[in-house]
T-cell receptor, first 113, second 113 residues
Framework: KAGVTQTPRYLIKTRGQQVTLSCSPI?????VSWYQQTPGQGLQFLFE???????NKGNFPGRFSGRQFSNSRSEMNVSTLELGDSALYLC????????????FGPGTRLTVL | GENVEQHPSTLSVQEGDSAVIKCTYS??????FPWYKQELGKGPQLIID?????GEKKDQRIAVTLNKTAKHFSLHITETQPEDSAVYFC????????????FGKGTKLTVNP
């Protein structure tokens, strides 16, 4: 089976812009979770989608949003980018029958200038 | 909410020695504890996980132990090899119909040849 794929792998944006990141889960997986990884804060949970519904949300401002499509692919969007949003954004997928093993993609490295 | 503490933050061992990484969690409702290995430029890769109805699990050179009473779990790597060098993360997940993982801050393991 192909693993979790994320596009793009690298992204450079300027403050105030918005960005959309994409994640394709492992075939058959219905749950997609997003995490932000920074040197200072480590790995932090953003949100999880299961069958197109947000099932849980972390402590991030409303500028961070996501969605999931009927084929389980997911996107996350960050609006009005700030310098502090520079991070590695990781997507993880699982079958969805909690608690399940989560498999991570390679991440999207976002740099905000 | 859940808090996961991980120690040490860095660990250097000689090839062939054992390495032990320890984590504590705060939420007694947590019942799933995975360990991930992250190499430079890659997403976290699951190496072993344990559920709260099990006290110990072993997979070749890697073992994890769980003490529910003390809210403590540990990763043991025996006969370390240079390719074990990476950052290791512990995580915890609680019951509640979500795949949310709360991660420790990570341990950078260096295995010296």
């Amino acid at each position: 089976k192909a693993g979790v794929t994320q596009t793009p792998r690298y992204l450079i944006k300027t403050r105030g812009q918005q960005v959309t990141l994409s994640c394709s889960p492992i075939s058959g997986h219905r749950s997609v979770s997003w995490y932000q990884q920074t040197p200072g804060q480590g790995l932090q949970f953003l949100f999880e989608y299961f069958s197109e519904t947000q099932r849980n949300k972390g402590n991030f401002p409303g500028r961070f949003s996501g969605r999931q499509f009927s084929n389980s692919r997911s996107e996350m969007n960050v609006s009005t980018l700030e310098l502090g949003d520079s991070a590695l954004y990781l997507c993880a997928s699982s079958p969805g029958g909690y608690p399940d093993t989560q498999y991570f993609g390679p991440g999207t490295r976002l740099t905000v200038l | 909410g859940e808090n996961v503490e991980q120690h040490p933050s860095t660990l250097s061992v000689q090839e062939g020695d054992s390495a032990v990484i320890k984590c504590t969690y705060s939420d007694s409702a947590s019942n799933y504890f995975p360990w991930y290995k992250q190499e430079l430029g890659k997403g976290p890769q699951l190496i072993i996980d344990i559920r709260s109805n099990v006290g110990e699990k072993k997979d070749q050179r890697i073992a994890v132990t769980l003490n529910k009473t003390a809210k403590h779990f540990s990763l043991h790597i025996t006969e370390t090899q240079p390719e074990d060098s990476a950052v290791y993360f512990c995580a915890a997940s609680r019951r509640g119909g979500s795949e949310k993982l709360v991660f420790g801050k990570g341990t950078k393991l260096t295995v010296n040849p």
